[in-house]
């Protein structure tokens, strides 16, 4: 018998499709200091005055336009991966939400909570590392063994953006889809504002101070978002062959009126439709498991400014959730014979 868990940890969602429901859940999101980068007064400022009052109502409508019979797509698909990955392992494997429920908390206090665990594997289920995703899961873990004293050791994956396991899974679940015809690819990814990434550059002098600085080395690279998710997409074109205008790169889900990573998706649809693409594929790999930004804010509105800009027919490439080649990868990760990422 192992001493060691396994926690699989997502972002989250809230409980329910209504406003009240989603209410909850953003207030808890977007007060986060690692989301919305500003000190507290700021931060509760904007979000009580600004976001809280219309945007609830507006996002429940959207979580319903992709809401399960078994609830939120996030918390279903990532239940149907831990049950996956359990079934492969002879260890305890949980799945945990840094926002809503299931909580980190509540994950972590009910495998401590078995006498036999000593050592807990947490694992984000983020390939690409940004302070608002990884920084803050983290975190909340470590807060959460310090609140409660718990005894128990926690060994944290690293990001694995560049991990060929995770990228063959990768190739392995968008083949398919390749199969059919098409005429562009796009890799949209979750977008971050600018200042999130260039102040993780302790020089100051790298991160997106140039064109190509994703292509130079640097140690900033270790935490630089831009530069992990221009690393995947290209192992990923690699893996896959594709011709180096056949594909694009775009990043989603702007909030607020900071400077994002850009080109904005929804631009870049406009765009290809315009330049006659008439039929395209987008593939989201910064998300392992479909959620409102694939299946509402791409399969659902991304269709519409295409089609409204010209085009013809988009397909969302489906993440990973429990796609065999992913469960596999994780497994493999989990066991203490090998090595994780």
């Known amino acids: 018998m192992t001493n060691r868990a396994v926690l699989l940890v997502n972002l989250g969602s809230p409980d329910n499709a209504d406003t009240p429901s989603v209410r909850r859940y953003l207030n808890q999101f977007l007060m986060d200091r690692y989301v919305i980068q500003l000190p507290w007064l ?18 429940a409508e959207a979580y319903k336009s992709v809401w399960m019979d078994d609830g939120s797509p996030l918390i279903v698909l990532s239940q149907r991966l831990q049950q996956a990955v359990q079934a492969s392992l002879e260890m305890p494997v949980s799945i945990a939400m840094r926002y809503g429920n299931p909580s980190i908390e509540s994950e972590l206090l009910a495998l401590s909570q078995q006498p036999e665990i000593t050592e807990i594997l947490y694992l984000p289920l983020y390939p690409h590392y940004a302070e608002s995703t990884v920084a803050t899961s983290i975190e909340e873990a470590k807060r959460i063994i310090s609140k409660h004293q718990l005894k128990i050791t926690l060994t944290v994956v690293d990001p694995f953006y560049d991990n060929s396991d995770y990228i063959d899974a990768l190739a392995l679940s968008a083949q398919p889809y390749l199969k059919q015809d098409y005429d562009h690819i796009l890799f949209s990814y979750h977008g971050l504002p600018e200042s999130h990434i260039t102040k993780l550059d302790k020089s100051g002098q790298h991160c997106l101070q140039r064109s190509d600085c994703c292509q130079q080395p640097n140690d900033a ?13 290209q192992l990923l074109v690699n893996k896959l062959g594709l011709a180096r205008d056949n594909y694009s790169v775009a990043f989603q889900s702007r909030l607020g009126r900071a400077k994002w990573l850009g080109p904005n998706t929804e631009d870049r649809l406009r765009e290809l439709a315009q330049a006659n693409v008439k ?14 930004e694939t299946l509402e804010e791409i399969a659902i509105r991304g269709q519409e400014v295409f089609t409204a800009a010209g085009g013809t027919k988009l397909t969302l490439i489906p993440c ?20 994780s990422p």
């Open 42 to 59: 700021l931060r509760r400022m904007i979000v009580s005055l600004f976001v809280l009052p219309k945007r609830p109502k507006a996002s």
């Open 221 to 233: 690279h270790k935490t630089c978002y831009k530069h992990q998710v221009m690393r995947t997409t």
């Open 279 to 292: 039929n395209v594929l987008v593939i989201c790999p910064a998300f392992v498991t479909d959620c409102l």
């Open 320 to 339: 990973l959730n429990d796609h065999p080649a992913w469960i596999d990868t994780l497994a493999s990760w989990c066991k203490p014979t090998k090595s």
